[in-house]
């Protein structure tokens, strides 16, 4: 059973950084990839960031990148998001995200979710 808990949702202003944390409850954590995505209001869950099972490769959106940085320490059973110059449009709630073994930006790839967190970037 894999469970996952974000954290580090706040309310900001454009220009702020950020970082989000996801805990995860999982056998073997070293063996799936780990995604955040995102669910904009009003619209519907779009790719992020995902990072492979070891860390060494990882994968962004063009909207987030050179902004946002996607990372792991499989010691701590933890993935991060690094936000940096956070925009208006970066409003939404962060999903935290897993999948064995492979990376992959699509979001129906990924088989257990987070609850999410709210990040609200004001202009």
């Known amino acids: 059973q894999v469970q996952l808990v974000e954290s580090g949702g706040r309310l900001v202003q454009a220009g702020d950084s950020l970082r989000l944390s996801c805990a995860a409850s999982?056998?073997?954590?070293?063996?799936?990839?780990m995604g955040w995505l995102r669910q904009p209001p009003g619209k519907e869950r779009e790719f992020v960031a995902v990072?492979?099972?070891?860390?060494?490769?990882?994968s962004y959106s063009d909207s987030v990148k050179g902004r946002f940085t996607i990372s792991r320490d499989n010691a701590k059973n933890t993935v991060y998001l690094q936000m940096n110059s956070l925009k208006p449009e970066d409003t939404a709630i962060y999903y935290c995200?897993?999948?064995?073994?492979?990376?992959?930006?699509?979001?129906?790839?990924?088989?257990?979710w987070g609850q999410g967190t709210q990040v609200t970037v004001s202009s």
């Open positions: 995200a897993a999948r064995p073994l492979s990376l992959s930006t699509t979001p129906a790839s990924f088989t257990s």
């Open positions: 999982i056998d073997h954590f070293n063996l799936y990839a």
């Open positions: 990072i492979s099972r070891s860390g060494d490769s990882t």
